[in-house]
């Protein structure tokens, strides 16, 4: 297997200053990063938004169907045994 060369001097300068101060080596650095790339990538799922997170979670847990039952003051004070 070859060598990795970067060819874009600016690109290069910010692996070294990043690998200098986390004390790792060019490679050890890039094979940090490129690893955590990877295992994003293998969640498979991409990110969902907070709407699709939500849209979701109404699909799978829908509300009941309304009873026409009206919770009002009343209805609450028998719940909690306050008549």
Same mark, same amino acid.
């Given at each position: ?12 300068? %910010?692996? !070294?200053?990043?690998? *200098? ?5 060019? @490679?050890? #650095?890039?094979?940090?990063? &490129? ?18 997170? %939500?849209? !979701?979670?109404?699909? *799978? ?5 309304? @009873?026409? #039952?009206?919770?009002?003051? &009343? ?9």
């Amino acid at each position: 297997m070859g060598a990795l060369y970067i060819k874009d001097e600016d690109t290069a300068a %910010l692996v !070294r200053r990043v690998a *200098e101060r986390s004390g790792l080596t060019n @490679t050890a #650095l890039i094979r940090e990063l &490129a690893a955590a790339r990877e295992a994003e990538l293998n969640r498979g799922e991409r990110r969902l938004s907070a709407r699709e997170k %939500l849209e !979701r979670f109404w699909r *799978e847990h829908p509300l009941p169907p309304p @009873t026409g #039952l009206k919770a009002d003051k &009343a209805f609450f004070d028998e719940l909690s045994g306050d008549l």
